[in-house]
């Protein structure tokens, strides 16, 4: 498994083809890419910073990632997160999942977004019109984990 | 036993601190958050929605705490 935590934009298009460019046992890559959008309950949003929690952020992505290691038969996976200044239209977060069939690919990766929802310690701040203001939490990204119990 | 205390997003801002040492005798991190919440400038750690972790480990307020652990208290987080 590959954890990434890094300033720096990524291209997605390249991290899917990398997911089998060394394996030609994989016969699934299911990936999901998070964007920063323009607007957010109600606001225009010009820009984000994502703080994180430095060495607890590694350990919980990790953390995640071994857990959907062992839930599934995976070949391979990666989880990339953004931190600090984003603007609109950029990606935020990438995660892919590879297998040798479809099924454990898609639920592992959507297992691992649940769970980094509700346990990575990344914030998110935006600037509107109104000035900056900090995202709040949702209920629903909990009821999206406790799907897994 | 001393303890080092972070403080991440909205938290830090409004208490106006990253980090702080505290020296005292602390049975739990629930122990450390009550001594805090003594001065008003740290009201928000009386929020219900309060996450924190122990040694970089998410936890409950009534985990056990040793000499030297870091612990530190954030809103719900919003990565992804």
């Known amino acids: 498994m590959a954890i990434r935590v890094q300033p720096a934009p990524f291209d997605p298009g390249v991290e899917v083809n990398a997911m089998h460019a060394a394996n030609v046992g994989v016969g699934a890559v299911v990936s999901f890419v998070g964007y920063v959008r323009d607007f957010n309950d109600g606001h225009d949003v010009a820009g984000m910073f994502l703080e994180h929690y430095p060495g607890m952020t590694e350990k919980a992505l990790a953390k995640i990632a071994v857990e959907a290691e062992q839930r599934w038969p995976l ?28 099924q454990a690919a898609f639920d592992a990766c959507a297992f691992v977004m649940d769970y980094l929802k509700t346990r990575a310690p990344f914030w998110k701040k935006e600037s509107t019109s109104e000035g900056a203001r900090w995202v709040d939490g949702r209920d629903s990204d909990h009821a999206a984990a406790d799907r897994w119990k | ?30 122990a450390v958050r009550q001594a805090l919440v003594g001065d008003p400038g740290f009201d928000v750690l009386n929020e219900t929605s309060l996450m924190c972790a122990r040694n970089q480990e998410m936890c409950s307020v009534d985990e056990p705490l040793e000499a030297g652990d870091e612990v530190a208290f954030f809103p719900p987080v919003t990565g992804g």
């Not at chain 1, 990339?80 to 990438?94: D, K, N, Y």
């Not at chain 2, 990253?18 to 991190?29: K, N």
């Open chain 2, 1 to 30: 036993m001393s303890i080092n205390v972070l403080f991440f997003a909205r938290y830090s801002e409004t208490i106006g601190l990253d980090s702080l040492e505290m020296e005292g005798d602390f049975a739990t991190v629930d």
């Open chain 1, 75 to 102: 070949l391979k996976l990666e989880v990339l997160h953004r931190i600090g200044a984003l603007e609109p239209g950029e990606p935020i977060v990438f995660v892919a999942a590879a297998s040798a069939h479809r």
